[in-house]
T-cell receptor, first 115, second 112 residues
């Protein structure tokens, strides 16, 4: 089944403790992206990647890192999480150049709470 | 820059009522327009899309028409069901696909 898989689904952590949220897709998509969803703000893009070793900042990149060493994986790293990063996170992917035609495929989300 | 504005929620309707969720956009050029749906506890799913003016996207009884003259892409359904309760997002992609913008979402609750 074609899908984007995120792990974990739920995570509670403490301020300053480094964490990684994994994202993997099995559709051979070049384009991958991370979004955060907050009430009243909709979805905001954190980082995106057009292909292996090519990443770029989205609208809200502060406090996050990403890497794209393999085509299928696009982990989101919080080096020193803070409470304002408590949010619902989504990974999404698309064939490069076809977002215009077909939009994204989304993962099921990771609900992160930083205390 | 490009942006999407959709009507504020929440929206509560009785089963079999008519649904309209308004969406307007601002864009340079000719973007693609999308509606995504997010059911409770799940990720976003593409509901329908339109890639050029006057196109009508449709799926699961939902429809939206790309209106360039009014820069709108309103979502409609003639008879909603309880199972349609979800959050609906309007979205826009520029022609390169490098810029993708979401509205803030509209929560719909359908009561029996």
């Amino acid at each position: 089944e074609a899908q984007v898989t995120q792990n974990p689904r739920y995570l509670i952590t403490v301020t300053g403790k480094k964490l990684t949220v994994t994202c993997s897709q099995n559709m051979n998509h070049e384009y991958m992206s991370w979004y955060r969803q907050d009430p009243g703000l909709g979805l905001r893009q954190i980082y995106y990647s057009m292909n292996v070793e090519v990443t770029d900042k989205g609208d809200v990149p502060e406090g996050y890192k990403v890497s794209r060493k393999e085509k299928r994986n696009f982990p989101l790293i919080l080096e020193s999480p803070s409470p304002n990063q408590t949010s619902l996170y989504f990974c999404a992917s698309s064939l490069y150049g076809t977002i215009f035609e077909g939009g994204y495929t989304f993962g099921s989300g990771t609900r992160l709470t930083v205390v | 820059g490009d942006s999407v504005t959709q009507m504020e929620g929440p929206v509560t309707l009785s089963e079999e009522a008519f649904l309209t969720i308004n969406c307007t956009y601002t864009a340079t050029g000719y973007p693609s327009l999308f509606w995504y749906v997010q059911y409770p506890g799940e990720g976003l799913q593409l509901l329908l899309k339109a890639t050029k003016a006057d196109d009508k996207g449709s799926n699961k009884g939902f429809e939206a028409t790309y209106r360039k003259e009014t820069t709108s892409f309103h979502l409609e359904k003639g008879s909603v069901q309880v199972s349609d309760s979800a959050v609906y997002f309007c979205a826009l992609s520029d022609r390169t696909g490098n810029q993708f913008y979401f509205g803030t979402g509209t929560s719909l609750t359908v009561i029996p």
